[in-house]
Structures are given as C-alpha cells and as structure tokens.
C-alpha cells in the first residue's frame, strides 16, 4: 500500500457559485424564501437565511495525495477555517501514513484537536480529510467505496426530495418530499396556521402513498413542536426533522416520550462523532440523519450505523451526495436516502455540487444508480478558477 506525501485544502472561489448548497442567489429557493431556523426569534433576520451568514464558510476542497502521484479528494463546509486547521494541524496525521490507516488517522486527527474541537467546524475539517483518504483508497485499490464497505445491497437507491415542491417531485419519481418550514414560534399563531395551510395544499397535490415530512432547521421549542405534530396528524405527514437545536436532548426526549401519534422524530444533521450519536440514539428519536461530510467523515459514520443498527433504527444520511449515496447502497438501515433539489424552482433534477464534478449521478425515475468507477466515482471538472490554495 502506498503512502500519502501531502495533503492540500482550496477554498471555493467565486465561479464555484452553487458548489456550496447554501450560497446561492436571491433567486434560489434555499435562500430567497422564508425558512424557519434559529434566528427567527430576531424580526431582522427572518426573511432570508443570507442575513445571518448562512454562507460566511463555503466550501472547502481537500486532496490528499499518495507518493505515486494518485490523488483523492472530497468536500467539506468551513471556508478559511477549516483550510487552516487540515493545512497547519491535521497535516502532520497524514504524511507519511499507509493510506489504508483509516482509523488511526481520523483518531489522531479527533484526539489531537479534543481540546477545541469535538463538534463543528473542527469535525467538518477531518470528515472533509477522512472521505479523501476513502477516495484514495478506493482509486488505489481500483474499487468504488461501496464495494470496499460491504458491497451493495440494493441496485438502485429509492431517493426522496427536498425542496419546497413535492407535487413535482412525485411526477419526478421521487418516493417522498420534504418541504422546509417557512415559520416559527416566533410568527405566533398565524405562521403556524400558515404552516399547517402549505401542508394541506401539499397533500392534497400529492399522492396518498407519496410520504410528506417537514424539516424545521433547529427553529421549534418543545411545545411548538407539539402543536406542529399534532396539527400534521390528519394530513398523514412521516416526520418532522431537526425540529430543536441539536443540544436540546431532553427536549427530544419529551417529544418521544410524550408519543401519542404515528409522526416520525428525526434529527442529526448537526450532530457530530459516535460520541454525538450516542446520545442522540438514547433519546429515542425514531431516524438519525448524519452529514458525512460534517460527521467525522465515512470512518465515524460506519461506526454510527453499527450503534443504530443495534437499536433498530434507521440512518437516512443528510445530503452529500456521492459521499452520501456509497454508504446508503451498502447500508442495510438506509432503504432510502435524501436529493437536495438544487434547480433554482425545485423543478427539475440538477446535479448536488454542480459545477464542481463531472459525471456527478442523479436520481432518475426517483432512484440513484452508482457505477464500478473507483473511489467515490467522480472526477473534478477542470476548471481551477473556481478554487484557490489556502494561504494563512
């Protein structure tokens, strides 16, 4: 096996735009619509997500590099940061190591930044280093990720969509949406009477066997929440997501605890490591929703679907797309997985990262196919104006 000899970290540049999912225009539904998050208890900062700095990070590229001249790669959220801390920390984890020695990097890399980091933008950093080091590897080995995993269990992933038309999405082929909640506790009764109405038009639009859920984004109480729950019930909703911050694991808990309908609790998007996970297991929640690229990356995501699994429950990775879609068809938990509508009017199918890969798959008829090709099975488009080496 071959050693890695460096490790690189690029900032996105500005003709990546859309390579980050949240920095898009005012015309893109992710950001120019209103959508409930943390911040709405604040008037000012209501009516789009760019207004507190949903996209201040962007997209960092990682490549790591074995002494053949070999290179994998893979993306992450945490701009300049997070190119600081792979570049002048996590760096000296990685030259010189085997590359099959997963596991012994991502634990260097987590318990050498233990004392700052453990969640966040520092775990975002080794999930960005760990997926191109499986990337490598599987370009090494000359085997997509799935097959050095387990192989597949399935040929093609059912695939749901996220976005604020699920009606269109059905004709699509997609098995179910999931709208992003316009309001919060903050918009009183009248934003959730307003919530409750765009549920409505939606069911109605859609199919009785199309699944519906809402992500709420960390913007809920408990007691709202309650009320959103109980609200949704006629209309036959499957979940409600992140609906508390993630910190807010007693909250989760009463929301299991006090039970007495058929809505799903599913939450994890922000949660990080096995650590992260276990707790969040022992609420209770019904489906964790890891991010691989934000989580610890594919070493710690395999470890928290081996703790879910035990617990019989399902692991519906958050987006990610390649990163995400070679854990799914290799997981015997993920009999579905989650496409981020990233055309401008979630009105048609659009590769996640675009422009950044060539031969990025897509859903087609609502299913994800993934090739023999090996690593992760896409390649950078050519194109280095997008990005730019990080300098201190």
């Known amino acids: 096996m071959k050693r890695i000899v460096d490790v690189r970290a690029f900032v996105m540049g500005d003709a990546a735009q859309g390579a980050d999912y949240h920095a898009q225009t005012e015309e893109h539904w992710i950001t120019g619509t209103v959508i409930a998050t943390p911040m709405s208890i604040y008037p000012e900062y209501q009516a789009s997500r760019l207004s507190f700095g949903i996209d201040v990070l962007g997209t960092v590229m990682v490549e790591v590099e074995a002494e053949d001249g070999t290179v994998g790669f893979s993306v992450t959220t945490g ?40 969640k966040g933008l520092t775990i975002n950093a080794i999930s960005g280093v760990d997926c191109a080091i499986w990337d490598l590897l599987g370009r090494l080995r000359r085997e997509p990720v799935w097959a050095m995993i387990g192989g597949k269990i399935r040929d093609r992933q059912p695939m749901y969509a996220t976005g604020p038309r699920p009606d269109l999405a059905e004709g699509m082929g997609f098995i179910g949406g999931k709208l992003p909640l316009p309001y919060g506790p903050a918009h009183g009764d ?52 992140e609906c508390l911050p993630p910190d807010d694991l007693k909250g989760y808990r009463q929301l299991v605890e006090q039970r007495s309908h058929p809505i799903l609790i599913t939450t994890g998007e922000h949660e990080y490591t096995r650590w992260g996970f276990e707790a969040l297991l022992d609420t209770g929640v019904d489906i964790i929703q890891p991010d691989v690229n ?7 995501l395999l470890k928290i679907k081996a703790m879910a699994s ?55 008829d609502g299913h994800v196919t993934l090739s023999d090709s090996p690593g992760f099975g896409v390649e950078l488009n050519p194109a280095p104006e997008w990005t730019r080496p990080f300098t201190p």
């Open 79 to 118: 701009g300049v940061p997070a190119a600081y801390l792979i570049e002048k920390h996590f760096r000296r984890f990685i030259v010189g190591q085997l590359v099959n020695n997963v596991e012994v990097m991502f634990d260097q890399m987590y318990r050498a930044s233990m004392f700052y980091g453990r």
């Open 310 to 364: 035990a617990k019989k429950r399902l692991v519906i990775p958050h987006g990610s797309s390649v990163y995400s879609y070679h854990f799914a068809i290799a997981s015997d938990v993920t009999p579905f997985s989650e496409f981020l509508m990233m055309a401008p009017q979630a009105d048609k199918v659009v590769p996640m990262f675009t422009p950044l890969f060539v031969d990025e798959p897509v859903p087609r």
């Open 294 to 300: 934000w989580c610890g990356g594919l070493t710690e």
């Open 190 to 241: 009248e934003g959730l009477e307003k919530n409750i109405a765009l549920a409505a038009r939606m069911r109605e639009a859609c199919g009785a066997g199309f699944f519906l859920a809402f992500d709420c984004w960390m913007a809920l109480t408990t007691p709202y929440a309650l009320q959103l729950i109980k609200a949704l019930e006629p209309l036959g909703f499957r979940w409600i997501e």
